[in-house]
């Protein structure tokens, strides 16, 4: 019982749960957008799992992982758009439609590793950037500033979306389409192009979030590497209330008490295993009911748009 | 509207949780119209390349069909069956196109098997690790406990921080027969050292098995070990740090990362599932607990010779002196209690 908090103790419990909130807040930054505009992709588990193929396939091929991300990138806008094509186009029930493309990414991913790659491989991942004088800083800068660049980029993108979200122009047609399609539609905003340009980048993000897993994190690949992060990343985005801000603080609220439950387990303090691994998932659903008040979500959440209709 | 987004979005969870793993049958080969050769099927939880529990009866079926020739022994895989009903309809399906052996190649595969072996009263069938047999049924128990004690010993002489990592993942069965195993081993090699033992909670999460191992790392463990196939994940993070060292459990892993795993505890399955072959032939389809262990050579233990500097001297010495003791009963390495 060597379990004292100390400082060392608490970096690794900071650092760590920072980390491990990377995918979900990339994959939830993306089904924001996407469920701002109506539409709800429950796909991403899937869209994820191709991201993480082609992200560690590239960079296996091309040795380069900054490749592996461009080719994640590409894939999630081919899942993105083939979602788009089949709930926006064609006006699929979106569940149905998104558990389809959940199950058809993880099919395809695993055999294309099956076809291609064959059996466990290893890569060269993405290592660790120290950002050279914040990362001296004591304490914050072995929390905040020794990680990899996606890393970085995930959380720089909370403040980017934002902007984008409230105060761009492209936001307010994302906004206004999610809301009031018919409205948007009477202004000449395209319901069809925002919501095929929101579930694009939906795409992306969820693609780029399973490539972090593949070489950000394990650097390598298995069936299954998701493992449901996916479908978290869809419930922060109900608990973030459709916001970046909110998405920030339930990935984080998760991740840290993950984080910390590994620690508390690692450390032999007496806390029952069973409590500890579900931990996360207590921690987010009594934020979730303390903090709840008005429920507010994109009125057209869902509802396919067809012109002349009332939705 | 919320309310139905939120249904179809805990549907998901739930089907997530449930059945855990996707199935890609691969569907059999023709079959042949030649009598004598002999069939099994195999059904796996995992994957065919999961460098553990499955990959490792893989090859074992792979060295019976070399020892007894391709054209005598024909061999079926279904993997990613971690769902019970689904591998019970490809246990079905397997024994209704004749197949004479088939290996359910995981303990969540017994009540599943009971429901079909009696239709099948001239089919062999095998499972483990479990212990309930009956007519046509074989119990296959690895004492994963004993190679974990050897391993145990050899990682409290060797590590430098006094600290062992367990990488788990769920705590049942196996897992804590094998953890046990190395608990019992660190205190023996070493009663200065300490074992720290955490579990994931997943058999699959990868990811997580590497996270925890960062973790484990991070709070000072130098030696890692942990089972099931998730381990492959915790082993290459461990392969990223310099100085961290990894033993593994089922099979030899050393072949992804040399320089980091010092020795494994293997199974021998051929010997096992040839011993099923020679005890069909003679009229035995069932009824027996078949024990994997030290004592017949069923389960070894393997060293990395690229590492082979990195063990003490006197550290080998002492685990091979255990296993003899383990080989000729003089140590009972202790089950855990239930």
């Known amino acids: ?311 | 509207m919320k309310k139905k987004v939120l249904a179809v979005l805990m549907a998901a969870l739930i089907l997530l949780a449930v059945s855990g793993c996707g199935s890609k049958t691969e569907t059999p080969a023709a079959e042949t119209p030649k009598a004598e050769k002999l069939k099994i099927a195999l059904v796996l939880p995992a994957t065919v390349d999961d460098l553990a529990w499955g990959q490792s009866m893989v090859e074992g079926l792979k060295a019976v069909q070399k020892t007894m020739g391709e054209d005598k022994v024909e061999v079926s895989i279904s993997e990613k069956l971690g769902n019970a009903v689904e591998a019970g309809s490809a246990i079905r399906q397997y024994a209704t196109q004749g197949y004479d052996i088939i290996l359910a190649h995981g303990s969540q595969y017994q009540s599943v098997l009971t429901e079909i072996t009696k239709d099948f009263p001239e089919t062999t069938f095998a499972y483990g690790t479990g212990f309930e047999t009956q007519a046509n049924v074989f119990a296959y128990d690895p004492q994963a406990q004993e190679g974990g004690y050897l391993l145990g010993m050899l990682a409290a002489m060797t590590s430098k921080s006094g600290i062992v990592g367990i990488v788990g993942p769920v705590e049942s069965g196996d897992a804590v027969k094998y953890n046990y195993g190395v608990e019992q081993g660190v205190l023996k090699g070493n009663a200065d050292v300490k074992t720290r033992t955490a579990y994931t909670g997943s058999f699959n999460d990868i990811v997580g098995a590497g996270n925890m191992a960062k973790t484990q790392m991070a709070a000072g463990a130098d030696i890692l070990t942990g089972s099931s196939q998730q381990a492959v994940g915790a082993l290459r993070a461990v392969a990223e740090t310099e100085g961290k060292y990894w033993l593994s459990t089922d099979m030899d892993q050393s072949a992804i990362a040399p320089e980091h795993v010092l020795a494994a505890q293997v199974y021998n399955w051929e010997k096992i599932v040839t011993k099923i072959i020679e005890l069909r032939k003679k009229g035995t389809l069932g009824g027996q607990v078949l024990t994997l262990g030290f004592a017949d050579g069923t389960i070894d233990l393997v060293y990395n010779e690229k590492l082979a500097d990195k063990i003490p001297a006197e550290a080998k010495t002492a685990v091979e002196q255990a296993k003899q003791d383990i080989i000729s009963g003089k140590l009972k390495v202790e089950l855990p209690k239930k």
Request: aromatic share 12%; hydrophobic share 55%; glycine share 12%.
């Open chain 1, 1 to 311: 019982m060597d379990g004292v908090m100390n400082y060392d103790i608490i970096i690794i419990i900071l650092a760590t749960g920072i980390r491990l909130a990377t995918p979900y807040l990339l994959a939830a930054l993306g089904e924001m957008f996407v469920q701002r505009s109506g539409v709800y992709n429950l796909g991403v588990e899937g869209i994820m799992m191709m991201g993480a193929f082609a992200g560690f396939y590239a960079t296996l091929q091309l040795g380069s992982p900054l490749l592996g991300i461009a080719a994640s990138l590409v894939v999630g806008a081919l899942m993105g758009l083939l979602m788009a094509l089949i709930s926006v186009t064609f006006k699929a029930e979106q569940g149905i439609s998104g558990i389809g493309l959940y199950m058809f990414g993880w099919g395809l991913s695993g055999l294309l590793f099956r076809l291609y790659v064959g059996g466990i491989t290893s890569i060269e991942g993405l290592k660790a950037i120290k950002i050279p004088l914040l990362s001296n800083i004591p304490f914050l800068g072995p929390v905040l500033f020794n990680h990899n660049v996606l890393v970085y980029t995930a959380f720089l993108l909370v403040p980017l979306t934002g902007f984008i979200l409230y105060k761009t122009s492209w936001g307010l047609n994302v906004r206004a389409v999610g809301n009031k399609p018919e409205a948007a539609d009477t202004l000449g905003v395209s319901v069809v192009l925002v919501r095929y340009q929101c579930l694009i980048v939906g795409g992306m993000l969820a693609a780029l979030a399973g490539a972090f897993l593949t070489i950000g994190q394990a650097n390598m690949y298995a069936d299954n590497i998701t493992a449901g992060r996916g479908f978290i990343a869809i419930a922060l985005v109900y608990f973030g209330r459709w916001t970046p801000w909110g998405i920030v603080l339930g990935s984080l609220l998760f991740s840290l008490a993950d984080s910390f439950q590994s620690m508390v387990q690692v450390l032999g303090i007496n806390f029952p295993y069973e409590l500890a691994v579900i931990l996360p998932y207590i921690v987010t659903i009594v934020a979730l009911s303390v903090s709840y008040g008005r429920v507010w979500a994109p009125a057209a959440l869902g509802k396919p748009f067809q012109r002349g209709t009332r939705g």
